[in-house]
């Protein structure tokens, strides 16, 4: 691996990354809550550290698998470290891995928050914190190969590495055309719900930063009882329909742009489709059932928003909540449990397991089934009409047993600090998922400012892992992936 060639790469990513800062110092300039010279040291500092990387590492190489893998990394860790500085300048956060921690989950579109009266902060960074969601929501990387074409070939590496799912899929010829396309779908849905939400009645910086959070899948709110604190029928509605198409495949989306509506004939559009409005009713009438005046009062068309709302924002794993789920009956949150390890399809801005390995696994199940029935016979797992290859279905086997391996060791590292066994449970699965909200003392109306800087510690590097797949970070652990490259032999 060429540690001066990752340097250079992860060096521009931070320029750019650092100049996005000028979006949030332009709001905290108009607001003038006194956090305008915080995002300008920021930018300063940003910036200024990664065109001295990119100069002092510059280099003429090929980016190979091993440097997409370590870039993509490296990329987010800083971003995450350089996304902290606007806290600590402002000192709306004193620790470091406080700090840290809400830029990790604002990139990692994860939600999970340490500040316990959101209310309190600077329009700036409230403003910043749901600005990370819409950058990590797409993906920095995605966004960096859309604008520096000199990446060449290697800017598929950089892709395969970043884009959540089994396989990323081209939907043109060249690498920096797919990711041009895929923020322009992605631009245009932000406007679209802009304006949707202030037709509502939000103001634009509510509408704006509420649509980060959503198409994001991130679930950074402005206030602090979250979506609840927008109890209008159409704004939840709004909510849940883009919460539903941010955890979609955007390739759907963009042949519905171009004029080919193929959502009824993907296989895994209708598995998540059916998950998610499924649990939804399940939820709604455990709910109805359950004779809790205060889950009812409202009548059945608030148990079913609500229902639905929570049905799609966890899987989908935005994280908003539009009522505390753990005010409702034992089964209901056990369905909400569930979800959480499902996620959104392959290709959105979802964290989780994803929908397709979800599907494939449960395909892979009812054959070993079925060959106890009929040892001689030969299956073959479908997706509709394509046979799923033994590699992939290894893949997505051995993807899962490292996920719920992953969910179970941060579960054991926070219950070995103290905490009860709900709240580990939660605090991991809602971390490695990218979901936010957790169960016990992280659920829906909590946060996690409470935890001591070792568990804020590991609950960043799970919700970096569960951003980027797990394999992208676990792979630089091998020692073979640091091996220096054989020179190139040149012949005479």
């Keep these: 691996m060429s540690i001066r060639l990752v340097l250079n790469v992860v060096g521009i990513l931070e320029v750019f990354f650092g100049l996005s800062m000028l979006v949030p110092l332009c709001v905290s300039l108009v607001y003038r809550d006194g956090d305008s010279l915080a995002f300008l040291l920021s930018m300063i500092l940003t910036v200024g550290i990664g065109v001295g990387t990119f100069y002092a590492t510059r280099q003429d190489e090929e980016i190979t698998p091993r440097e997409g893998f370590a870039i993509v990394t490296f990329a987010w860790a800083f971003a995450a470290v350089f996304g902290s500085l606007p806290y600590l300048f402002t000192g709306t956060l004193d620790g470091v891995w406080a700090a840290v921690f809400e830029a990790m989950s604002g990139l990692t579109t994860?939600?999970?928050?340490?500040?316990?009266?959101?209310?309190?902060?600077?329009?700036?960074?409230?403003?910043?914190?749901?600005?990370?969601?819409w950058l990590g929501g797409m993906g920095i990387i995605v966004l960096a190969i859309a604008v520096l074409p000199y990446l060449g070939v290697g800017g598929m590496q950089l892709f395969r590495a970043e884009v959540p799912g089994p396989t990323p899929e081209r939907l043109r010829p060249r690498i920096t055309q797919t990711a041009k396309l895929l923020w322009l779908v992605y631009l245009g849905m932000t406007v679209l719900q802009t304006v949707l939400y202030m037709a509502g009645g939000m103001d634009w910086f509510d509408a704006s930063t509420h649509t980060f959070g959503t198409l994001a899948t991130g679930g950074f709110s402005t206030r602090n009882d979250s979506m609840a604190a927008f109890p209008s029928p159409y704004i939840q509605y709004v909510t849940i329909v883009f919460m539903y198409l941010a955890g979609l495949n955007f390739s759907l989306h963009f042949r519905a742009v171009t004029g080919r509506l193929d959502y009824f004939k993907d296989v895994e559009w209708r598995f998540f489709t059916g998950v998610v409005l499924g649990a939804g009713l399940l939820i709604t009438a455990i709910n109805l059932l359950s004779g809790d005046y205060a889950l009812t009062s409202g009548g059945v068309e608030t148990a079913l928003r609500d229902g639905l709302f929570q049905s799609t924002s966890i899987t989908t794993t935005t994280g908003y909540v539009s009522?505390?789920?753990?005010?409702?009956?034992?089964?209901?949150?056990?369905?909400?449990?569930?979800?959480m390890f499902v996620g959104g399809m392959a290709g959105s801005t979802g964290g989780g397991v994803k929908a397709v390995r979800v599907l494939l696994l449960l395909k892979q199940s009812a054959m070993e089934v079925r060959k106890h029935l009929h040892p001689r016979a030969i299956f073959l797992a479908r997706v509709g009409k394509h046979v799923v290859k033994e590699d992939v279905l290894a893949n997505v086997i051995g993807f899962v047993l490292l996920y719920l391996l992953l969910a179970l060791a941060g579960a054991l590292a926070m219950a070995a600090m103290g905490m009860d066994l709900l709240t580990a449970i939660g605090a991991s699965a809602a971390t490695v998922g990218n979901i936010g909200p957790g169960l016990g003392e992280v659920g829906a109306t909590d946060n996690y400012g409470w935890m001591d800087p070792p568990a804020l510690a590991i609950l960043s590097f799970l919700m970096l892992v569960g951003r980027l797949e797990i394999y992208t970070v676990l792979l630089l652990l091998l020692p073979e992936t640091w091996r220096r490259r054989r020179p190139r032999s040149v012949t005479p």
Aim: aromatic share 18%; glycine share 4%; charged share 10%.
């Design 323 to 339: 009522a505390d789920f753990e005010a409702w009956v034992p089964a209901a949150q056990m369905v909400i449990f569930a979800l």
């Design 110 to 133: 994860t939600g999970a928050t340490v500040f316990s009266d959101i209310e309190s902060l600077p329009h700036g960074i409230l403003f910043w914190r749901s600005f990370t969601h």
